[in-house]
């Protein structure tokens, strides 16, 4: 497929953002390729009510868990 | 091809968050990645060396967009310049990109487990 693209005048007055949340991109220029990918996990599971436990830590020796 | 310039009058960022990046200028390739293993309790209390990213979402493959066919892309710049006058941003939040000029590829990615604790009966906080 061919694509030709005319880029014309562009001017723009002044821009006010409150956010750039995660994985995003705002460019101000031209570009090839923009590939965002963002994962987000907040499931049940990760809903945890019971006693004040930390988190199981990272598995290193000198630091093993219960 | 001519390569369009970016002119900007003004730039104000409040703050950025982690792996995000604020380019000014020119680049070939910005790939930012962020893993984030975020905890929200009802009683504020953090040891600090606890967690881990033994989670599934941070090793599994994102999928990708296949190309079905080739795609031949040429630009025609009349104009010189992008112009833009004054630019505010309050905020960047992780493994984003803000930049000013050009480049080829950006690649972010971003990985958030997000745990919430509720508290049901209170003992001391032990060190495990």
């Not at chain 2, 941070?58 to 999928?63: K, M």
């Not at chain 2, 040429?74 to 930049?99: H, P, R, T, W």
């Amino acid at each position: 497929m061919n694509f030709h693209v005319t880029n014309k005048v562009l001017c723009v007055g002044d821009i006010r953002l409150l956010g750039i949340s995660s994985s995003s991109v705002f460019l101000i220029g031209d570009t090839e390729q923009i590939i965002c990918s963002s994962i987000f996990d907040t499931p049940p599971e990760s809903i945890i009510v019971g006693p004040l436990v930390p988190l199981p830590p990272e598995e290193k020796e000198g630091t093993e868990s219960k | 091809m001519s390569v369009r310039w970016s002119i900007v009058r003004d730039i104000h960022v409040h703050s950025i968050g982690q792996a995000s990046i604020v380019q000014i200028g020119d680049n070939e390739v910005i790939e930012p990645k962020m893993k984030v293993l975020a905890v929200q309790r009802a009683i504020p209390y953090f040891w600090g060396e606890e967690g881990n990213f033994d989670y599934p979402l941070f090793e599994r493959e994102i999928p990708l967009m296949h190309k079905y066919e080739d795609l031949h892309m040429s630009m025609d710049n009349q104009e010189s310049a992008i112009q833009v006058g004054c630019v505010k941003v309050l905020a960047l939040a992780g493994s984003s990109v803000f930049q000013v000029g050009r480049n080829e590829k950006i690649i972010s990615e971003a990985r958030i487990k997000y745990f919430r604790q509720y508290v049901t009966s209170l003992s001391a906080p032990s060190k495990r």
